[in-house]
């Protein structure tokens, strides 16, 4: 599976972003995705996981309220909405995949088999 994240950028505090996550390779209809994020000098983070069929969401209590996992299947794709967006939300965001071989959080990154390259999110204060 190769995962393409793209929707980064530049925005104010208070803004709004919108990440996406193409899959290609094999349908993801079966596998849990999940976000995490690096920001610099820092280990790389969980923020938000949903599994294979969308029906659960896991969110890590930072952005817990702001942001907003969900998928399309029949797209192969995953988004995270991005609202509220504070300057510590800066920082490289990653998506990933793994099979989902059991009902769980997976907010472990190895938890997940695949990783896409980042996109970088600034917010200016």
């Known amino acids: 599976v190769q995962l393409q994240a793209s929707g980064g950028g530049l925005v104010q505090a208070g803004g709004s972003l919108r990440l996406s996550c193409a899959a290609s390779g094999r349908t993801v209809s079966r596998y849990a995705m999940g976000w995490f994020r690096q920001a610099p000098g820092k280990e790389r983070e969980f923020v938000a996981a949903?599994?294979?069929?969308?029906?659960?969401?896991n969110y890590a209590d930072s952005v817990k309220g702001r942001f907003t996992i969900s998928r399309d299947n029949a797209k192969n794709t995953v988004s995270l909405q991005m609202n509220s967006l504070k300057p510590e939300d800066t920082a490289v965001y990653y998506c990933a995949a793994t099979t989902e071989y059991y009902s769980g959080s997976y907010r472990r990154r190895d938890e997940y088999e695949y990783w896409g390259q980042g996109t970088l999110v600034t917010v200016s204060s």
């Open positions: 949903i599994s294979s069929s969308g029906g659960s969401t």
